[in-house]
């Protein structure tokens, strides 16, 4: 029995792999542009969620469990800034990081970890997120070094990523999918200023009605 073989082309054959290559993968480490942020050309995955554990079970491997987390930025090329990203389980981005308050966003900017976030979220008991936003922390990073941020209130369940920008606020480096944070239940945050404020008109309230009972 002769089997026949449908001949195809060199320039059909040359078509169909330049569509394959067109077609980017589902997890991939993407960088979309927002907040009047645009992408580079190239924007490798070399910024770093540093929490206090890390979890090599979940897609998004970093346990943030205290009011604090750093950001580490890899490579050979300085950030003349960095820019916070976040997912949140809220309608509505809550809490501040470095006591700056979140601007909201209609979509998550790397726009391939949503699957890693959902995942992991999942398997800490947490539904998909419901709303994104950032925060502009105004600071260089230089190369191989690291910062360290503070978080006011930010809820448990919330995601953080972050991405380096050049002098022309071009997106230059990115998180990788696995290498973001999640805030923990308990995670103890940084007060928000108001609060502070309030806490310490309570205590000299207190300590001023000890000095009149010893007066009397």
């Known amino acids: 029995m002769r089997i026949s073989i449908a001949k195809i082309s060199v320039p059909a054959l040359v078509a169909v792999l330049a569509c394959v290559a067109l077609v980017p993968a589902a997890s ?13 050309k190239k924007t490798p995955n070399t910024v770093n969620i540093v929490g206090e554990s890390s979890n090599g079970a979940l897609p998004v491997t970093q346990l943030i469990t205290t009011g604090s987390f750093g950001i580490t930025l890899h490579g050979s090329t300085d ?13 509505s981005p809550s809490g501040t990081i470095n006591g700056t308050a979140f601007t909201s966003l209609t979509s998550f900017p790397e726009g391939g970890a949503t699957g890693a976030i959902d995942g992991t979220l999942a398997s800490l008991g947490f539904s998909n ?12 990073l230089s190369a191989g ?30 998180t990788p999918n696995s290498e973001g944070g999640t805030v923990t239940p308990g995670t103890s945050t940084v007060p928000e200023p108001g609060t502070l404020g309030l806490l310490g008109t309570g205590l000299v309230g207190i300590a001023g009605m000890v000095r009149r009972r010893f007066r009397s």
């Open 79 to 91: 950030a003349a800034d960095i820019v916070v990203i976040a997912a949140f389980q809220g309608s």
């Open 28 to 40: 991939a480490d993407t960088c979309n542009n927002f907040g009047g942020y645009t992408c580079a």
């Open 129 to 140: 997120p419901q709303s994104y936003g950032f925060v502009d922390l105004h600071t260089s």
């Open 145 to 174: 070094g690291t910062i360290t941020v503070n978080m006011g209130s930010i809820p448990a369940g919330t995601v953080l990523y972050a991405v380096a920008l050049d002098a022309n606020n071009q997106i230059i480096a990115i």
